[in-house]
């Protein structure tokens, strides 16, 4: 087994729980009856943003993808 597998997978973790969070705050604005404008989405995507989620570069080779 590779060993920067574990790495892929705490990375892989957080990008999740980044993305659940955003998303569970966009569930409940809906929720309160809050209308989804464009500034509003801006501010979620800020809010994602600033936790530095890796970027996917097309690369489906896990070695090639980890560099």
Known sequence: MDGG????????????????????QAQENVGHG??????A???????FMQKNPSTFKGQFDPDVAQT
């Not at 990375?11 to 999740?16: R, W, Y």
């Open 41 to 47: 989405k801006e501010r979620r995507l800020d809010r």
């Open 5 to 24: 597998a574990g790495r892929n997978d705490v990375a892989i973790a957080e990008a999740l729980t980044a993305m659940g969070q955003v998303l569970a």
């Open 34 to 39: 809050h209308h989804d404008h464009g500034e």
